[in-house]
C-alpha cells in the first residue's frame, strides 16, 4: 500500500515539473507576426461552461466552450497584430441562439475595421452555418458543397402509441394546453394548441432567418425565398443570386489576401495569447455562474441524458460568488429545459439571496424555458437572444404504471400500504381517481407558485403570467415583446448590462470570474491518475429515447420542456 502511494506521489512531481516547463513555454504566447490572418474554425459543438484555462488546453481533456470561440475572437479583435480572420465553418451541432452569438461577435469583428471572409464548408444541410457566415465581408463555398438553404423545418415525436404496446399504463396531466412536453408522452399527434405554437416559433426563428440574410446580402426577402424554394441549387446558380462570391479552397483564399506574403495564424496556436496582454479582462470582477443542463436535486453532474444542474451545486456557486468581496455583478449563463419543480424552487431562492447583496443578470442561451425560465424569473434583468427558446412557465406530471410490462415478462408485484394514497407515486399501481384528483392538486400548488415568482420577478399581475403561461414557448424575440424578457443580446450584452447594473462604465475592462471556482491543476491530474475522468458522451441524437425516459424521472412534478423542439 505504501510502495503504490509513494509510486503515485513520484508520478505525480514528475507530470507536475513537466507541466510547469510547459507552462512557462506556453505563457510566453505565440510569435504573431505583423498583418496576420487568423484561421478560425467553427464546427460542432460548444458547451455552456467556464473557458478552457491554460491548464484545461494542455491536458487537452476539456469540452469547447461558447466562451473560448466569443474570447478568441475578442482577442483578435484588439489585437493589432491580426489584421483580418477566416472563418473556416463547418456543420454546427448547435441551436439559434448560440449561432447568434457567434454571428454578433463576428459583426462586431468586422465592424473594427479587420477583414472577415468565410468559407463554408458544411457536411449537409446548413442554414445555420450559412446564416453564421453572412457576417462575413466575403462568403465562398467549398467546390464540393451543394447550396446550404434548404428552409427551415421542425420535426416533433409522440409516443402516446407507444405505450399499449408494451402493456404500460401512462397517466399524464400537465397545466396549460400548451405544455407539449406532456402531448409528446401521451398523445399520437399535434394538438391544435401545440400547432399554433409550433407554427409561431418556426416563423418567429424563419423571420429572424430571411432578415439577417437580407440584410447581410443586400437582398430583398422574397428573392431569397425564392431561391430557398428551388433548393437544391448549384454552386454556380449559388453565386449568381448574389449569395456568394464564389467556390475557393483555403489556399485560394490565402492567395486572394497575398498568399506568402500574409501570414496565417492557426486558433490552436492563437488561443495561447494571452487577453490581458492586449488589455483585456483586466478591472473591476464580474462573476459568471452557469447552469447548463436538466435542473436535479443534489450536486451537478451528467448522466445517459445529458448534463445535469444539481440544485445544491448553483446554490452553492451563487452564494459564493454573491459573498466575494470584489465581485461587482453576478451572471447567470441560462442553457436548461428544466426540470425538478423543486430544484427549481431551490435555485430560485439562492437568486434571491444573491441579488440582495450584488445584481444578478441572467443571460439565456439556446434554451431557457419551464424550469429554465423559473431560475431567471427574479433576475435584475434578464438578456436573451432573438433565437432562444425560453416561457413554458407550466408544469407537467407523468405517472407509468409497469405492471403490465412486467407480467408479460413473467414478473408477479403485490403492493401492501398504509394509507389511502401510500402508493400514490408508485410506478407497479394503477392511478385511481382519486389518486389523480390528489395529483392534479399538486400540480395546481406547483403551477400556482411558478406563477407568483414569476409576478414578482417581472411585476406582472397574476392574469397576465397565466395568459402568456399556460406552458407556452416563446423565442426570445417575442418574449421581449410579451414582457419576459428585458432586452435582445447575447452574453456580451449581459455583460454590458451587468456593467451598468455595478455602476461601471461601458467603456472600462472587466474581469470575468468563474463559480464555483475550477479544480487546479493538480486535482485535474490527480483525476486522470486514478481514471476518474469520464468524457460526455454526445446524445443529441437520442432525443427521442430521453423524451421516453421522462416518466421515469425522480419525482414526478416537473417545471420541463420538450427537449426536441429543434428548428434547422
Given amino acids: 500500500m505504501m510502495r503504490r502511494r509513494t509510486r503515485r506521489i513520484l508520478i505525480l512531481l514528475v507530470v507536475f515539473v513537466i507541466a510547469a516547463l510547459i507552462v512557462r513555454y506556453a505563457l510566453r504566447g505565440p510569435t504573431i507576426a505583423a498583418d496576420s490572418y487568423l484561421v478560425l474554425e467553427i464546427g460542432g459543438s460548444y458547451a455552456e461552461a467556464p473557458p478552457q484555462d491554460i491548464f484545461g488546453r494542455l491536458l487537452r481533456r476539456e ?185 475557393k479552397h483555403l489556399q485560394d483564399i490565402h492567395d486572394e489576401l497575398g498568399g506568402e506574403q500574409t501570414p496565417l495564424v492557426p486558433m490552436e496556436d492563437y488561443a495561447h495569447v494571452d487577453p490581458k496582454s492586449l488589455g483585456l479582462d483586466t478591472g473591476p470582477r464580474i462573476a459568471v455562474v452557469f447552469a447548463a443542463g436538466l435542473i436535479t436535486s443534489g450536486e451537478s453532474g451528467s448522466s445517459f441524458q445529458g448534463e445535469t444542474v444539481g440544485a445544491d451545486s448553483l446554490t452553492d456557486a451563487l452564494k459564493e460568488a454573491a459573498e466575494d468581496a470584489e465581485t461587482r455583478a453576478i451572471i447567470l449563463r441560462i442553457d436548461s429545459p428544466g426540470g425538478s419543480a423543486l430544484a427549481s424552487d431551490a435555485v430560485w431562492r439562492a437568486t434571491q439571496h444573491a441579488r440582495k447583496s450584488k445584481p444578478l443578470i441572467v443571460s439565456m442561451s439556446d434554451v431557457a424555458g419551464s424550469g429554465g425560465y423559473y431560475i431567471a424569473a427574479g433576475a435584475n434583468r434578464i438578456v436573451a437572444q432573438p433565437g432562444t427558446l425560453t416561457g413554458s412557465i407550466g408544469v407537467v406530471m407523468a405517472r407509468p404504471n409497469l405492471r403490465g410490462l412486467l407480467g408479460r415478462m413473467g414478473i408477479n408485484t403485490e403492493t401492501l400500504r398504509r394509507g389511502k394514497f401510500a402508493d400514490l407515486d408508485s410506478t407497479l399501481t394503477p392511478l385511481t381517481p382519486a389518486g389523480r384528483e390528489k395529483l392534479v392538486a399538486q400540480i395546481d400548488h406547483i403551477y400556482d407558485v411558478f406563477v407568483a415568482r414569476v409576478t414578482s420577478g417581472r411585476t406582472m399581475t397574476a392574469e397576465r403570467v397565466d395568459e402568456i403561461g399556460r406552458g407556452r414557448v416563446w423565442t426570445g424575440a417575442q418574449a421581449r415583446e410579451n414582457g419576459l424578457v428585458d432586452q435582445l443580446g447575447g452574453f456580451m450584452a449581459a455583460v454590458q448590462a451587468a456593467k451598468e447594473a455595478a455602476g461601471i462604465a461601458a467603456a472600462e475592462e472587466v474581469e470575468l470570474t468563474y463559480f464555483p471556482e475550477p479544480k487546479t491543476f493538480l486535482e485535474r491530474i490527480s483525476q486522470i491518475v486514478d481514471a476518474r475522468v469520464i468524457d460526455t458522451i454526445p446524445v443529441t441524437w437520442l432525443q427521442p429515447l430521453r423524451l421516453l425516459l421522462l416518466p421515469f424521472q425522480d419525482g414526478s412534478l416537473l417545471a420541463l420542456m420538450p427537449e426536441v423542439i429543434e428548428i434547422d
Fill in 63 to 247: 469540452t469547447r466552450t461558447v466562451l473560448d470561440l466569443l474570447n478568441l475572437i475578442r482577442t483578435a479583435r484588439a489585437d493589432n497584430r491580426i489584421k483580418g480572420m477566416i472563418a473556416k465553418i463547418s456543420s454546427l451541432e448547435i441551436g439559434w441562439a448560440k449561432t447568434q452569438d457567434l454571428r454578433d461577435a463576428l459583426l462586431d469583428f468586422k465592424q473594427s475595421g479587420k477583414t472577415l471572409v468565410a468559407l463554408l464548408q458544411p457536411e449537409s444541410g446548413s442554414n445555420q452555418e450559412y446564416y453564421l457566415a453572412t457576417a462575413s465581408d466575403r462568403i465562398y463555398l467549398s467546390p464540393d458543397v451543394t447550396t446550404p438553404l434548404t428552409g427551415l423545418s421542425a420535426q416533433f415525436v409522440f409516443l402516446g402509441g407507444l405505450w399499449g404496446k408494451l402493456d404500460i399504463e401512462m397517466d399524464v396531466e400537465k397545466i396549460g394546453q400548451y405544455k407539449t412536453a406532456g402531448d409528446t408522452l401521451a398523445a399520437r399527434e399535434m394538438t391544435p394548441a401545440h400547432r399554433e405554437m409550433a407554427d409561431s416559433l418556426l416563423d418567429s426563428v424563419d423571420g429572424q432567418f430571411i432578415s439577417g440574410l437580407a440584410t447581410a446580402r443586400r437582398l430583398e426577402a422574397a428573392s431569397l425565398r425564392n431561391l430557398i424554394d428551388q433548393a437544391p441549387v448549384s454552386p454556380a446558380n449559388f453565386e449568381s443570386a448574389h449569395l456568394s462570391d464564389g467556390t
